[in-house]
């Protein structure tokens, strides 16, 4: 059942904390108009890998989400729309968690790869790999944004997540002017990522003061296990990538590609095992659907 336009506080209303964060895409513009050359550049480059993952799985997440808890809150299953937005949580930040980890071990093989061709040079890559490992550091409040604003724009209060807003966007402002001189164009990221942060430390202090949002003991297990298997990846991306750099070397072309490859699929074999570990561990996840998972990757080799 679609909940009605009024619950949900309006298109407009919804559309006011996304206009406020273009204020903050603003004070980069006209901030890193004062950077060095490139210095723009690098922060748009790194801003699209950014925002490529974390945009499929916020809207994905987020958008069904909301729908599902503003029909619970609705029918006044209050504890239903709680689980509904934990699991959603749990989720998200399970699929994110690996590219956390690649944008801050990886982000020059991860520019040169997508970029580095033409005018876009090895100085080019370095400096946008600085900004993209900057923003990692946000990327977990980008996931879980529009999951802790849910808390409120389910309950068709969209105030209380713009005033946070506000102050966020404030705090990312004022961080840029203050770090763009001793950090360059990685200062606006690390700008951008404390505003997030800020955010969503306010939305979800206020819903849980409220009552409106309660993390249960499932979704503290499976936060757990994403970080047992995000440190299992870290790891071993750590140790492959040196080896894979002297092998690749010898081949006469695409070697940061062919490099690349290796890493994902590195990663892939090492992450999602150990996650399924992770939640059989901590009883995140029932043994049986553990057991279907994976009987599906038996079938699929």
Avoid at 35 to 53: E, F, M, N
Avoid at 130 to 152: E, K, N
Avoid at 241 to 247: N, R, T
Avoid at 254 to 270: D, K, P, Q, S, T
């Amino acid at each position: 059942m679609d909940p009605p336009l009024e619950l949900l506080g309006g298109r407009e209303r919804l559309e006011l904390p996304a206009q406020l964060r273009q204020i903050g895409a603003l004070a980069d513009q006209i901030v890193g108009s004062l950077l060095p050359t490139g210095g723009l550049s690098a922060i748009s480059y790194a801003d699209r890998l950014y925002q490529l993952p974390g945009g499929v799985i916020v809207i994905a997440t987020g958008s069904v989400l909301l729908r599902e808890m503003s029909a619970l809150v609705a029918l006044g299953d209050e504890r239903g729309a709680l689980a509904a937005q934990n699991r959603a949580a749990s989720l998200t930040l399970a699929l994110g968690a690996p590219f956390v980890v690649a944008f801050l071990l990886i982000p020059d093989l991860i520019i040169a790869v997508a970029f580095e061709r033409g005018a876009f040079t090895a100085n080019a890559t370095h400096q946008a790999a600085g900004v993209l490992a900057a923003y990692a550091l946000g990327m977990p409040a980008l996931l879980v944004d529009r999951i802790t604003s849910a808390s409120f724009l389910s309950r068709g209060d969209t105030a209380t997540p713009m005033k946070v807003t506000l102050i966020g966007v404030a705090v990312n402002v004022a961080l840029k002017i203050a770090l763009f001189r001793p950090l360059g164009a990685p200062g606006l990221a690390l700008a951008t990522a404390a505003g997030l942060w800020i955010k969503v430390a306010g939305v979800f202090a206020l819903a849980r003061r409220r009552g409106w949002t309660a993390p249960d003991a499932r979704l503290l297990a499976t936060f757990a296990a994403t970080l047992f298997a995000a440190g299992a990846l870290a790891l071993a991306l750590t140790v492959a990538d040196g080896p894979l750099v002297q092998l690749m070397a010898h081949l006469p072309r695409l070697a940061r590609e062919a490099r690349l490859l290796a890493l994902i699929a590195i990663g892939v074999a090492v992450y999602f095992p150990a996650l399924g570990a992770g939640l059989w561990l901590t009883q995140a996840m029932p043994a049986a659907v553990l057991k279907r998972a994976l009987g599906v990757l038996r079938l699929a080799r």
